[in-house]
């Protein structure tokens, strides 16, 4: 379908507000291709179907909104502790300075711009292809932007067992700030890699991340996104997994005004398997969005989507999550979950789950629960000593006492050692907060019930519906 | 240590009045034993007295060691040393019971203006008191009574007030849904913590919890009331008789 001129209009605001390509080689050719790609997509609004419950305006425009940084005070950075390699980008440039030497045995790390100039390089071939099989059926135009405007990024070619993380700070510097990364990875078989991530980046981050992992490696991915409350990003995650294969992600967002996460995950080889968690707490100007689509292409196949939020003072969350299950995925196991606390009447969580199933012998499910917390625990919790927050949460009802969430986030049996620490014991402090507001991912977040509730989990086009 | 006088407690949202005019004393060291039919009020005094929502004190105070506890928040009567042992123990997934019982000690002491365990000593203390219990690891780590047997429950109740080390214990219908042994296993764990000073409050049904945890004074309520108070003979009677000629006789 041919574009309206205002569609034109914004994707060449888009693009003339961010500096002109300066790649060479072969990754010129691909980011030229795929400008050409995001042309014909256009930039989206809210009538596109992926949309409907985020409004993509201030990503769509042609400046980045300002975003003042976040003070973190005693605040323990996220992955402290964990002996990891570190690579540095300030709002969306590598800093060498700020990086560790990229020496790792096991793995081969390069700055984009320099593979880009070699000719035949490994990344070649997965640069953009991945994010652009990834696009159907759904168009994922920021996607494409950042394949066709990334600033900076990292190749990662493992081979071996890393012998430690490799972890990607995003430092927020300037107020506006507009930060385009695009990142590949490769994991050959049998090799394992962590890869943790954290920080803002910017005012404004478009970020693909490209992840190929072989036969039988191992690919674990933890990300804590930045504390910044004005900050917006739109990340994907592109990931294609061999057979026998493990794919992992849990992100931790807390703060940000405006955050779409997508995954896009092909199972692909027999056996292979993704575990995608979130967690995420919002308090006021707060609007998260998770966006998943796993497809199952080979038989045996297992997947797993589990993304938590709590919610106060207006914040919204989002989940849009899809299994799809091609005719040869015989035996797929697929599971998604969504589950929301919402700590007062003015927040919401809005989730549409998705199953597209082509196989016969599959197992496959999906829930979504949303609710306030049950004022039995809580007096239990205060029957034991454990005092309320300073502000009185909103009494429950009936229906809500029925209906509930746990929040806990859990990445997963094999996130033992890369858990965020300090990230959970502050209140996001939003500028809603209240004065005084306990620490969030204590005790007193956790509901009692989880019996699923229908009035409880209504999609809405919009908010206050 | 527990005094209660002329207690009158309504619903909040109905008309409906539950207490009318409770009194008594439990003094320290003590244990006393609430026996009633049901529907006497039994397990309300005991929400009231550990501050749950939705019941309206009309008349009347209950005072633990002096302080006014009707005035108090749950967790600061909780923290002043009031313990409730709940008939149906609320299952809180997402809780781990040990990071639960950490936060709960901790919160407490906090309160109290001393200083709190840190995780060593917490674990120390924490597998001492289980292994008594025969609370395994296993139970410590799942969520707050998710999936545990009623056995399990109860016991995880007695592991918290072993930890939590409160005053005046009350015991809601502790031994509700337990079979013999178990009865027996709460029984010793509540038995353990008496004697300094610490007083009970147990609350139930029939005369064979009374076997193991003998109690100092029986009373028995009815109708929102204390109508007779004597000693451990009292529960043999009801055991014998039922309630029927009690309640005919009333004091």
């Not at chain 1, 849990?250 to 575990?275: I, K, P, S, W, Y």
């Not at chain 2, 003590?30 to 939705?54: C, D, F, Q, W």
Request: some cysteine; overall charge neutral.
């Amino acid at each position: 379908m041919a574009l309206m001129q205002g569609q034109k209009d914004a994707v060449a605001a888009r693009l003339a507000g961010l500096p002109a390509p300066a790649a060479s080689g072969w990754l010129a050719d691909a980011q030229a291709k795929a400008e050409v790609l995001l042309l014909a997509q256009a930039l989206p609004t809210r009538r596109d179907e992926y949309w409907r419950y985020t409004d993509p305006a201030s990503l769509v425009a042609a400046e980045a909104p300002p975003a003042k940084r976040f003070d973190p005070g005693d605040e323990v950075p996220a992955f402290d502790g964990i002996d990891r390699l570190k690579l540095v980008f300030v709002d969306g440039v590598f800093d060498p300075e700020a990086s560790d030497d990229p020496t790792l045995a096991g793995v081969v790390i390069e700055r984009l711009a320099d593979a880009g100039r070699v000719a035949g390089h490994w990344a070649q071939s997965l640069y953009g292809v991945l994010a652009a099989r990834g696009q159907t059926p759904v168009a994922r135009p920021f996607a494409t932007l950042a394949t066709s405007r990334a600033r900076d990024g990292v190749v990662i070619r493992v081979t071996a067992k890393a012998a430690r993380p490799v972890a990607l700070v995003y430092v927020h510097a300037a107020d506006t700030s507009d930060a385009v990364l695009h990142h590949v990875v490769k994991l050959e078989a049998g090799a394992e890699l962590t890869l943790l991530e954290s920080g803002p980046g910017a005012a404004r981050l478009t970020k693909v991340m490209e992840v190929e992992v072989g036969e039988g490696a191992a690919f674990h991915h933890i990300r804590v996104q930045g504390r910044d409350h004005d900050r917006r990003a739109a990340t994907h995650v592109f990931a294609h997994v061999g057979a026998g294969a493990l794919f992992k992600s849990f992100t931790l967002t807390a703060n940000g005004r405006l955050t779409r996460n997508e995954a896009v995950v092909d199972l692909a080889g027999a056996g292979a398997r993704a575990h995608l968690a979130g967690a995420a707490v919002g308090d006021g100007a707060f609007h998260h969005d998770d966006t998943v689509f796993i497809t199952h292409s080979a038989p045996g196949c297992e997947s797993r989507q589990v993304f938590k939020k709590v919610l106060m003072n207006g914040a919204v969350g989002v989940f849009q999550g899809k299994i799809l299950v091609k005719p040869a995925a015989q035996k797929t196991d697929g599971y998604q979950i969504s589950q929301s606390l919402l700590l007062d009447g003015d927040s919401q969580f809005l989730a549409k789950p998705e199953l597209e199933i082509y196989a016969d012998d599959v197992k496959c499910s999906h829930g979504s629960t949303s609710g306030a917390i049950d004022e039995t625990a809580l007096f239990y919790l205060q029957s034991r000593g454990v005092p309320r927050p300073t502000k009185p949460w909103p009494k429950t009802s009936a229906a809500g006492r029925r209906a509930g969430c746990n929040a806990m986030p859990r990445g997963g049996e094999d996130d033992r050692h890369h858990r965020p620490s300090g990230q959970l014991e502050k209140p996001p402090a939003g500028p809603a907060s209240p004065p005084g507001a306990r620490g969030l991912g204590t005790l007193c977040l956790h509901p009692a019930s989880r019996v699923p509730d229908p009035d409880l989990h209504r999609p809405m086009a919009g908010r206050g519906t | 240590m527990l005094t209660i006088s002329n207690l009158h407690v309504k619903l909040e949202d109905e008309d409906k009045v539950i207490l009318r005019g409770v009194n008594l004393t439990v003094g320290a060291g003590e244990v006393h034993a609430i026996m009633g039919p049901n529907g006497s009020g039994k397990s309300t005094l005991s929400y009231v007295l550990a501050g749950r929502e939705g019941y309206a004190v009309t008349e009347g105070s209950a005072t633990l060691e002096g302080e006014e506890l009707l005035a108090m928040e749950p967790e600061a009567r909780a923290a002043a040393g009031l313990f409730l042992a709940f008939q149906y123990p609320v299952e809180i997934p997402g809780v781990g019971n040990m990071t639960f019982l950490r936060t709960a000690v901790n919160a407490q002491k906090k309160s109290r203006g001393e200083p709190e365990l840190s995780a060593a000593e917490f674990l120390k203390l924490v597998r001492e008191k289980a292994k008594t219990l025969k609370i395994d690891a296993d139970m410590l780590k799942r969520p707050v009574n998710v999936g545990f047997s009623g056995g399990e429950k109860k016991r995880n109740e007695i592991l918290q007030m072993a930890m939590l080390e409160p005053r005046m214990c009350i015991l809601d219908e502790t031994d509700s849904g337990l079979d013999v042994d178990a009865m027996k296993l709460v029984a010793e764990g509540v038995n353990a913590l008496r004697g300094a000073g610490r007083s009970f409050l147990v609350i139930t049904h029939y005369q064979r919890l009374l076997d193991h945890i003998k109690p100092d004074v029986v009373h028995i309520m009815a109708a929102g009331q204390i109508i007779r108070t004597g000693g451990p003979e009292l529960a043999l009677e009801v055991e014998a008789n039922g309630y029927a000629d009690i309640l005919a006789g009333g004091n």
